[in-house]
């Protein structure tokens, strides 16, 4: 695990060739298929080689949610162990991370009167100013959350006004947590790159992606009738950004250093989770440390 542009993917290979394993992709945005640019997605040609689970298994105009990645990676985890494999979780989504290791709590259902409400409210104030609302009740949980991400904002809120608790208290609250449920341990390790050279290299990918045609995978999602600014799957890093820039709300320079500000706030959230997690059995700063770390844990 570790922050966007850390050198995750090219460790998760380096296992893959060294031992018997099946790698799961631990992202909320590879999910979606044609969304391969903006969310550094491995190639055609490196999924046929190396395939990883929980790629390219949903249309950007459906959700998916924490519940949702659990019960995927369970099953993909179950099935590796199965065929005498070792399971290798990849990604940066700490929330799906967490939710897998602890396991799923009985957080209340939806309620859709009250999801109307709160999206009636963020229409007319914007989701930032929820964001706000939310700090001031659950400052904890409101700084693990972009103030732009209407879905999770939206359900930090919902859980509270149902149940008069935050998330936390919920989180705390689990079912069985991933070695129990899944008959397994864990061997975790996060890949933590100084902050000038995590910034050097989110300013270089962002560069690799507009050569290799992000605006134009954005403009053929906009030009799709199911999807709009607003759908889930357009809160992505990059995705929302170039997206406005395709409507007008601003220029070419404008959008890129949107894009590599957002990058660098989500990178910055991502070492915050980080900061506090427990179970780490290393720390590191590359690619080649993280494979050498887990290889000598297996």
Known sequence: MGPTAAGKTDAALGIADAALADLISVDS???????????????????ARYPHALVNIRDPADTY?????VADADEAVRSSLAA???????????LYFRAFKAGLNRLPGADPGLRRELAARADRQGWPALHGELARRDPDGAARIDPNNGQRIQRALEVLELTGRPMGFWWARTAKAAPERLGCRLVEVAIEPARALLHERIANRLDEMLRHGLVGEVRALRDDPAL???????????YRQVWRHLDGDYGHDAMVERIRAATRQVAKRQLT?????KGLIGRVDDAPSAMVAVLQNL
């Open 29 to 47: 945005a590879m999910v979606y298929r044609r969304m391969d640019i903006g969310t550094a997605k491995p190639t055609a040609e490196m999924l």
């Open 65 to 69: 949610s924490v519940a949702h990645f």
């Open 84 to 94: 005498g494999r070792t399971p290798v979780l990849v990604g940066g989504t700490m």
């Open 228 to 238: 709009s600014i607003e759908t889930p799957a357009m809160r992505a890093v990059g």
């Open 273 to 277: 989770w980080l900061k506090g997690w």
